[in-house]
């Protein structure tokens, strides 16, 4: 994948939906975690491939099957591109190690429960 998105000289950005399939065999976490961090750094000046190629903006994660919801990655330009993680409201969860961060770390990022939803969630009061 990367070296087809190298040579995508009129593509300047693009988003991932990593969706994986339920598949016994297949742990998506650990195609997630390997799929970002390789991905991250295409089109940027830390990218290892030549031509840069298009730089990835953001990253979903999601399964074909029923899931409580996965935070995701955006690439935050105000903060010089580094990568930011986001729960399914878009309410900020903290930020990305970056190429440091274990398959522990980044599991643990993405079900990071939302402090602002936790809040949100715990204040109703619906009445039946």
Same mark, same amino acid.
């Given at each position: 994948? #990367?070296?087809? !998105? ?14 994986? =399939? ?16 390789? =991905? ?11 031509? #840069? ?9 999601? !399964? ?9 990655? #955006? ?16 309410? =900020? ?36």
């Amino acid at each position: 994948m #990367r070296e087809q !998105l190298k040579h995508m000289s009129n593509v300047k950005t693009f988003t991932l939906d990593a969706k994986a =399939l339920g598949d016994p065999l297949w742990n998506p976490l650990w195609i997630w975690y390997h799929a970002s961090q390789s =991905l991250k750094m295409l089109g940027t000046e830390y990218s290892d491939t030549v031509p #840069r190629g298009p730089q990835l903006t953001g990253i979903t994660f999601s !399964l074909d099957t029923w899931s409580p919801g996965e935070n995701y990655l #955006r690439r935050d330009e105000a903060s010089g591109g580094q990568w930011v993680w986001y729960c399914m409201k878009n309410h =900020l969860i903290g930020i990305d190690m970056g190429a440091d961060m274990t398959v522990r770390e980044f599991c643990a990022k993405l079900y990071q429960e939302c402090s602002i939803c936790r809040v949100d969630e715990e204040g109703d009061t619906t009445v039946i």
